[in-house]
């Protein structure tokens, strides 16, 4: 993976008419712990039994207006590896991991499978995406205290949620600079200092 230490935009200010330079020097991706979609289309990891409901209503994961339900399933990293070749992630930050808490079995989706050949890249065609089966790693489940973690660090999560966030940050080749594990700000560990 190539990364730069940073990157000029050339950008046209729209009040002044000038042309102007802009220095990114980090890109964060920002990641749930599992995937979720508001409308149609094809998800394939997409869950319709009792640990997708279990995803949506632990994370409240309903439409703000609306209150639709959205969709959820497992992390599906063809996607997450597809939005960091377009974005050019330098670092993610990994949200709403306490959601998969108490959960036996904890799945993430390596590459798909499609009319007998796997796909470890994202299909540029609906059609084809619709076509596609996920196939899984899967680590077994884990339950932590958000503020036990908060208070003694990293290191006080369950080794299986480490390997997951490990796992990840491997698959993608970026490091992780945050983890929330709890809804509240205070609930965020910060692996890695970004200002």
């Known amino acids: 993976m190539f ?3 940073s990157r000029y935009i050339k950008f046209i200010d729209k009040l002044s008419g000038k042309t102007r330079i802009l220095c990114i020097n980090e890109v964060l991706g920002i990641v749930k712990a599992y995937t979720t979609r508001v409308g149609t289309g094809p998800v394939p990891t997409e869950l319709e039994d009792e640990p997708g409901e279990y995803l949506r209503e632990k994370g409240g994961e309903f439409g703000t207006v609306t209150g639709r339900p959205r969709r959820c399933g497992w992390l599906d990293l063809v996607l997450v590896r597809y939005s960091h070749r377009i974005n050019g992630f330098t670092g993610i930050a990994i949200t709403k991991l306490d959601v ?3 959960l036996d079995t904890v799945k993430v989706c390596m590459h798909y499978q499609c009319n007998g050949e796997e796909v470890h890249d994202f299909p540029t065609s ?6 596609c089966t996920p196939v899984y790693k899967e680590f077994p489940g884990w339950d932590f205290d958000p503020e036990e973690v908060v208070t003694k660090g990293f290191k006080a999560l369950p080794e299986a949620a480490r390997q997951y966030i490990k796992f990840i940050s491997d698959h993608l080749e970026v ?3 945050l983890v929330s594990v709890g809804p509240a700000r205070h609930q965020t560990l910060v692996l890695k200092e970004l200002f």
């Open 3 to 5: 990364q730069m230490k």
């Open 175 to 177: 490091p992780v600079y």
């Open 100 to 102: 998969l808490n108490g």
């Open 126 to 131: 609906m059609k084809k995406l619709a076509q």
